[in-house]
């Protein structure tokens, strides 16, 4: 399984970004996906996740702002952000997994598929 993921760009605070990510190769309909971050000297942190089949957890610093959606066919999944504040500003990682169980899904290690990264800078 390969992850395309694209959006990134600069945006002022209050403004809005829409990050994709594309898979390719094997399918499947019960599959976890996710989105990370990640800022220079840390690690990577959870974002948000729609677990197996529809159950979407997001983490609390972008709760209410960020939504993790994906397509019926389970090939594309993206993150809408609005009200983004500088804090948001990270490089953003998508990430899948076939096997994974709900309580591991905040963890990075517990993927086992992943995208390139695409930059947010929220910045005036």
């Known amino acids: 399984v390969q992850l395309q993921a694209s959006g990134g760009g600069l945006v002022q605070p209050g403004g809005s970004l829409r990050l994709s990510c594309t898979a390719s190769?094997?399918?499947?309909?019960?599959?976890?996906v996710a989105w990370f971050r990640q800022t220079p000297g840390k690690e990577r942190a959870f974002v948000a996740a729609?677990?197996?089949?529809?159950?979407?957890y997001y983490s609390d610093s972008v709760k209410g702002r960020l939504t993790i959606s994906r397509n019926n066919a389970k090939t594309t999944f993206w993150l809408q952000m609005n009200s983004l504040k500088p804090e948001d500003t990270a490089l953003y990682y998508c990430?899948?997994?076939?096997?994974?169980?709900?309580?591991?899904?905040?963890?990075?290690?517990?993927?086992?598929?992943w995208g390139q990264g695409t930059q947010v800078t929220v910045s005036s």
């Open positions: 729609i677990f197996r089949f529809s159950n979407t």
């Open positions: 990430a899948a997994s076939d096997r994974i169980i709900l309580s591991s899904i905040y963890g990075s290690d517990n993927y086992g598929y």
């Open positions: 190769g094997r399918t499947s309909s019960g599959r976890t």
